[in-house]
């Protein structure tokens, strides 16, 4: 990389992900000649029509001139279907190879998950709790 560069390293994301609920992505992003800049990390989601949207960001604020940063984000996905993910940083002013600016994959959003039924005479405490999940 060359000096005051930024790239993304990893992705991890799981296979499959119930509609509704929430995804977790974590990646790894390095940041090369930024003490003190801080660099914007994006997650884009592709929808159904195929058009891609922001989802979510965060901000990485190294404090040595070189690091390697874990960012996580979270997107919650509305429909059904096999969706692309990218997560990206800005490329820097003046950045060489941008190419490393992002990382992409592919998440099957599928219907189902756990459904709870609780039946009880009296009310009790515990229905407080389950309510919450």
Known sequence: ??????????????????????LEVAGRVRLEGLAGRSAVVMLLAENEAGAVKEVARTTVRPGADTVEEAVRLSWTPDSLGERKLTLRVEPQEGEVIVANNELSTFVQVVDGGLRVLYVEGALRVEQRFLRRV
């Open 1 to 22: 990389m060359a000096a005051g560069s930024r790239a993304l390293v990893n992705l991890s994301v799981g296979d499959s992900v119930y509609v509704k609920n929430v």
